[in-house]
């Protein structure tokens, strides 16, 4: 577990099902990640199972100080040579969205990255109309490194899709600004 | 087979391994590409069926003499996208023309057949001959992904380019926006 001021980080597991199968069968939340919004109990649970036995990949369950689950975050294609991984963060439950909750679900994966995987570089990827993803990953110091012209298909149209990066030197750079020692001091323990 | 006036490619087969291997001997090109060197000729056999359903892959040929390979991957059949890759490894011919029209047959073969809508490129290696190809065949830098491979001992940048099948093939998109957005 890794704990938060306002948010805690599980790893993903079979209790936690149902809320998995609610958020993945919301066709407005899904169009963020490019997921089919129809999807049974069944294939998520194999989801769940295949996905935790990968190497590149680590799922984890957002929970709020009450234990409630709230969202998901994941790390996937973590590249061991390379170094790297794509990071990606989705609260499922719309009372919690655009309340911080993502902003340190997102802050402590990255310390996770950063100071236990000894990672040089994460990456995200956000479609266009994502705004407060994009939004979300520039107050972390991440940097607009890519925009792939018409790379997803969405309600019958083609968007943008925009790569964000952040290098280790990047993030201790933010750790040690005042933004950032707010946000360590408010991440009590990792 | 898919006919150029210089070049013409056909899918790779089982009897083009041991050329295949001597240039992954000779060619740091799978430092570039983000893969591990093939341990041996069994390992890239055993290996073949499922490297060539996971990609389609082209060899590149003048008359009868294997000159290179292009191959594409990633295939996205709902967002209509891929990523590609085209090398000549022989070294006694100058790359650039047969690179060009490699590359033109096979984005070519990518829109008109596959209908594929987007194809994209990772270049790593500062000196790729395939950089000023992709200039000539107007592809757009659409960005660098910073330290995104470790080669050498050093973290190098990745220069993303992309080209989109012609215009009137693509749905236009309207000025608003998305709903929920």
């Avoid at chain 1, 940097?143 to 309600?155: S, T």
């Avoid at chain 2, 070294?91 to 033109?104: A, F, G, Q």
């Amino acid at each position: 577990m890794i704990t938060g001021r306002y948010v805690g980080l599980k790893t993903l597991d079979s209790d936690y099902l149902h809320m998995v199968y609610k958020w993945r069968n919301d066709p407005d939340l899904m169009a963020f990640y490019g997921l089919s919004p129809i999807i049974s109990i069944e294939k998520i649970q194999k989801e769940i199972k295949t996905n935790k036995a990968l190497k590149n990949r680590l799922d984890f369950i957002v929970l709020t100080q009450k234990k409630d689950p709230i969202g998901m975050v994941w790390l996937k294609r973590l590249d061991w040579v390379n170094r790297h991984c794509e990071i990606n963060c989705m609260i499922g439950e719309k009372s919690h969205r655009s309340k911080m909750f993502g902003a340190e679900a997102i802050f402590l994966l990255l310390l996770f990255c950063m100071n236990e995987l000894n990672l040089h570089k994460v990456y995200a990827k956000i479609v266009e109309f994502a705004r407060e993803s994009h939004h979300l990953v520039t107050l972390a110091g991440f940097k607009k490194e890519v925009v792939l012209k018409k790379m997803v298909f969405q309600d019958g149209k083609y968007w943008d899709l925009f790569i964000y990066g952040l290098l280790r030197k990047e993030f201790k750079l933010f750790i040690n600004s005042t933004k950032g020692k707010k946000y360590l001091l408010s991440s009590r323990q990792i | 087979m898919l006919n150029g006036k210089l070049v013409s490619l056909r899918e790779l087969e089982a009897r083009d391994l041991d050329q295949v291997f001597l240039w992954d001997e000779q060619d740091e090109v799978y430092l570039f590409k983000g893969r591990y060197k093939f341990a041996s000729k069994e390992d890239l056999k055993n290996n073949f069926i499922g490297y060539s359903f996971s990609q389609k892959i082209f060899v590149i040929k003048i008359n009868q003499n294997l000159i290179g390979l292009t191959s594409y991957w990633a295939i996205d059949h709902r967002n209509k996208t891929c990523e590609f890759y085209a090398k000549i490894y022989d070294k006694n011919i100058d790359p650039l023309p047969y690179l060009t029209e490699s590359l033109d047959i096979l984005i070519k073969f990518i829109f008109n057949h596959e209908n594929l809508s987007k194809i994209y490129i990772h270049i790593s290696d500062p000196s790729d001959p395939i950089k000023p190809v992709l200039e000539k065949l107007k592809f757009t830098k659409e960005g660098t992904l910073r330290d995104h491979r470790f080669i050498k001992g050093q973290y190098v940048d990745t220069h993303v380019y992309g080209q989109l099948a012609k215009e009137e093939n693509l749905m236009k998109i309207e000025p608003g926006q998305r709903r929920g957005a």
